[in-house]
């Protein structure tokens, strides 16, 4: 079973609109961590925003912050006022405590439209 | 230097030659990892190191092998590719285990093999 799921492959976006991408998740572990990603058409992967399990806040980050819905296992991206650079792919991941590795969704490819 | 490093950013081969990534990392991390990143496909883990040994190799086939020589240095020697084996390579670094350590990644090297 996928661990990681992003449901979304594409999405277009109104530049200066508010964007979710969507990441559920799937673990039996208590102590975990949440991660996205973001890659450009460069390929580099830039790591965006943090999630703690145990936390009880939402993290933010600037224009991004992550809406953890720990019940649903849910951990959507949020980016407000969309810029035409904010179009790349984004991943969402996961990390269980004991584990030397992320785990990651396949990914959804965010079209900022000018 | 800072953060993550990869040598060469594009590399292009033929079936019989041998080439080999380098990954340097600046972080102080103790664990490195090599994913492949297919043109439509999901990033794939290909080998994980944790404290220079490594405890993931994700069935990848013998014509990729790795070598850790130290926490900060990780190499994918490569040889008789198949052209399928064409992608972006990426390395990342991050403390071993512990839900809350994110992975810095390198910006890739992009493998054309003819």
């Known amino acids: 079973a996928q661990k990681i799921t992003q449901t979304q492959p594409g999405m277009f976006v109104q530049e200066k609109e508010a964007v979710t991408l969507d990441c559920t998740y799937d673990?039996?572990?208590?102590?975990?961590?949440l991660f996205w990603y973001k890659q450009p058409s460069s390929g580099e992967m830039i790591f965006l925003i943090y999630?703690?399990?145990?936390?009880?806040q939402n993290a933010t980050e600037g224009r991004y912050s992550l809406n953890f819905q720990k019940a649903r296992k849910s951990a959507n991206l949020v980016i407000s006022a969309s810029q035409l650079g904010d179009s790349a792919m984004y991943f969402c991941?996961?990390?269980?405590?004991?584990?030397?590795?992320?785990?990651f969704g396949k990914g959804t490819r965010l079209h900022i439209l000018p | 230097e800072t953060g993550v490093t990869q040598t060469p950013r594009h590399l292009v081969m033929g079936m019989t030659n041998k080439k080999s990534l380098k990954c340097e990392q600046h972080?102080?991390?103790?664990?490195m990892y090599w994913y492949k990143q297919s043109a439509k496909k999901p990033l794939e883990l290909m080998f994980v190191?944790?404290?220079?040994?490594?405890?993931e190799n994700n069935s990848v086939p013998s014509r990729f092998s790795p070598e850790c020589p130290n926490s900060s240095h990780l190499f994918l020697h490569l040889h008789t590719l198949q052209p399928e084996d064409s992608a972006l390579y990426l390395c990342?670094?991050?403390?071993?285990?512990?839900?809350?350590?994110?992975?810095?990644f390198g910006p890739g090297t992009r493998l054309t093999v003819l």
């Open positions: 990342a670094s991050s403390q071993a285990s512990g839900g809350y350590n994110e992975q810095f």
């Open positions: 673990t039996s572990d208590q102590s975990y961590g």
């Open positions: 999630q703690g399990s145990y936390d009880e």
């Open positions: 991941a996961m990390r269980e405590d004991d584990d030397d590795k992320i785990i």
């Open positions: 972080l102080g991390h103790n664990a």
């Open positions: 190191y944790s404290l220079e040994e490594r405890v």
